[in-house]
């Protein structure tokens, strides 16, 4: 016989697993309960958080094309779910202003800037991906001319901040780039020169170097002497590099000198996570074009926001390693083995590529917009959480 109290515990289970199952189960969407979601707002960087339910039969529809947007997103812009209908999460439901279910919201910049509602009743991945990776904000000096480079350098000495300039042969700026911007703003001045051929680099006393090659310059707090960084193009190694030149715990040289001795050590995880995402390339890859038949031409042409990555967050190809040829490296030459889930994420490219690319801001016809299911009425609770810091 189950006594009330066991009874209200396996619904609070009940409610958690169904909440998660909502999503595929190799998903890189992760559930946020209140101190999760106050610890992801303290890092003051763009993320999408959808609050769910799991009755919802919406949300049930909607989850499995936001893991695949979440997966084209990954690991630039986290993707976070709240399970609304637990009810430890109820008060961050009611703060967050959620009536409806599913909920969508981009956080530009944390806590630091208001949360940017999903409107559109098109929920594909293709819709949220251009949702969030559109708009993080905007922090990045475009250098159209090579004369544009030393005016930049000698202005920005005066603010007294680290300067990065990325010399990049993408036609956009790279969305990792534009993501490091966006989390270092206020404190590096961030700048992206296009060098197409080479030319730039040579003109500075650089190689032309090869098709998907970037550079990362990088000017001390009011100098104007360029240093190449010389670790990986990778969004922690860049992350932990940009924050040691902040710190300033050591001169940028020896600085330098410890990133140029990092291994790239590549992660059975990440990359099955990569095998993933070479699937959806075509479909959420968009590099900014106007419709899906433009992407593989796009792609083809080596256009991508993510700026070439050969790994999740990173510019350019796997680094090899010294004295080994480009056809040394097993890992970054040979074809990915496509596994059965990534096969299964390639249908979303076969069903998407046939339709124009949807645009995340307009409103659709209201017959075509489905109807959101709304949440209980809850009374606003008395008193804050007790967890909170």
Not at 170 to 186: Q, S
């Amino acid at each position: 016989m189950w006594n009330t109290q066991t009874i209200a515990v396996a619904l609070a289970l009940y409610s958690t697993f169904a909440s998660a199952a909502i999503f595929p189960k190799d998903t890189v969407v992760k559930m946020l309960d209140p101190k999760g979601f106050r610890k992801v707002m303290k890092a003051n960087e763009t993320a999408m958080v959808a609050f769910v339910a799991p009755w919802c039969g919406h949300c049930q529809r909607m989850a499995p094309e936001y893991s695949k947007a979440a997966l084209g997103l990954y690991p630039l812009i986290p993707t976070y779910a709240v399970d609304c209908d637990a009810e430890a999460n109820k008060r961050l439901c009611h703060d967050q202003g959620v009536q409806g279910f599913p909920t969508v919201k981009l956080y530009p910049r944390g806590k630091q800037l208001d949360p940017i509602t999903y409107e559109s009743g098109d929920r594909s991945a293709s819709s949220f991906f251009y949702f969030a990776s559109r708009r993080v904000p905007n922090h990045v000096k475009k250098i159209g001319q090579l004369e544009g480079i030393e005016h930049w350098v000698e202005e920005t000495a005066k603010s007294g901040k680290p300067r990065a300039l990325l010399l990049t042969k993408e036609k956009i700026i790279p969305l990792l780039w534009t993501v490091l911007g966006n989390k270092f703003a206020g404190k590096i001045e961030l700048a992206s020169h296009r060098d197409r051929k080479g030319k730039s680099s040579v003109a500075m006393g650089y190689e032309a170097g090869e098709q998907k090659a970037s550079k990362v310059i990088i000017y001390a707090p009011g100098s104007t002497t360029p240093v190449r960084y010389e670790g990986i193009n990778k969004l922690d190694s860049l992350s932990n590099f940009f924050q040691s030149v902040i710190d300033g715990t050591a001169d940028l040289d020896t600085v330098n000198k410890e990133a140029s001795a990092e291994e790239f050590v590549p992660d059975e995880k990440e990359l099955e996570i990569e095998r993933k995402q070479e699937a959806q390339r075509i479909a959420l890859a968009h590099g900014g074009f106007a419709n899906f038949i433009d992407f593989e031409d796009a792609l083809k042409k080596g256009h991508n926001p993510h700026g070439a990555q050969g790994y999740p967050g990173m510019m350019g190809d796997i680094p090899k390693k010294e004295g080994e040829s480009k056809s040394g490296s097993k890992e970054a030459t040979e074809p990915m083995v496509e596994t059965g889930e990534a096969k299964a994420q390639a249908t979303f490219v076969a069903s998407s590529a046939e339709e124009p690319a949807p645009s995340a801001t307009a409103t659709p016809e209201p017959s075509e917009v489905p109807k959101e299911e709304t949440a209980a009425s809850e009374p606003e609770p008395a008193s804050a959480p007790k967890d909170e810091l």
